[in-house]
């Protein structure tokens, strides 16, 4: 995903005429020395996806498919990963492939410490991690632009919407074939069949990064920070809910891993302000997606949807979540280009 500005006009974008049916994000290509705050003359922002910590990117790296693992996907033990550290077994076995079934039944800590061990092992020229919620964003965003599955002009009218996966068994780049379906289904078109399965890819083409509608849901690295102080006598480490640490986490990551939201109003939730290019309060219920926020009884939020999911799944879908392990939600990594 290359460095980009980004403008929406109007509530549902260029040309927009409704929920169901956003018009474009418009996009420029920038580089890394574009910098500038808030706004430029023109209405444009740089996505907030291109900065980690305090360093400026080119460009980000993302993985094509939901992430499976080589044993434990088959698995249905509770937090199978077995990791707390950045020194962990079982991370050896994390997969990018189609074709396979989405690793799942994984807290957060589970899942963010498996990827911070991959990074550590495999030594990258950038920062392996976990996906934030601004870099999904930024993904969205650039779908549904001129150079994504909305500019694509093999589609038109609702098939402009990515397609769902609908495996009910969770392999890894599969498509529907349409839009939405009310049902989880076995038969699916793979990855790389024409237009009926690169339609679930966010470019329309076998270029594009599939399993963001529908498959598993996503955790993404973000945190409503009030959550886990709200009550100090429990004094509960950070990530947890208002009353228990189902996310696992036992001390308090750097703060480049995750966004971090401060108001359960998606208007407010950034620094009293709109979250710009988390893909929440600019484009709510696009689609026709879920679009429900981070609370203190459930401060993370997962995004996508799911494989039997209706309409309220898409690239927009987000919904609120305990960070406890399930069934339904696998993970996604990012490489931030830092060299």
Known sequence: ?????????????????????????????????????????DGYKVHPAFKFGTEELSGIWVGKFETSHI?????????????SDKNCTNADGLRILPNMESLRYNNISNFFYAVQTMDNKLNLSGDLHMMKNSEWGAVAYLSQSKYGKYGNPHYQGANKEIYQNKSSEYITGNSNGTPSQTDAIATQYTYDVELLGTGASTTGNITGIYDMSGGAWERVMNYYEPAYNTTPDLKLPWGSTSTTNYAGFTQKIDSKYYDSYTSTDISTACSKGICYGHALSETPEWYGDCNIFASLTQPWVVRGGVNYTDALAGIFASISNYGDPRHNISLRVVLAQTT
């Open 71 to 83: 044993t434990l996907s088959a698995s249905r033990d509770v937090n199978n990963l077995g990791c």
């Open 1 to 41: 995903i290359p460095r980009y500005e980004y403008k929406i006009e109007g509530p549902y974008g260029k040309g927009g005429v409704s929920l169901e049916s956003p018009g474009e994000i418009e996009i420029n290509f920038i580089s890394k020395d574009t910098v500038y705050e808030n706004t430029n003359s």
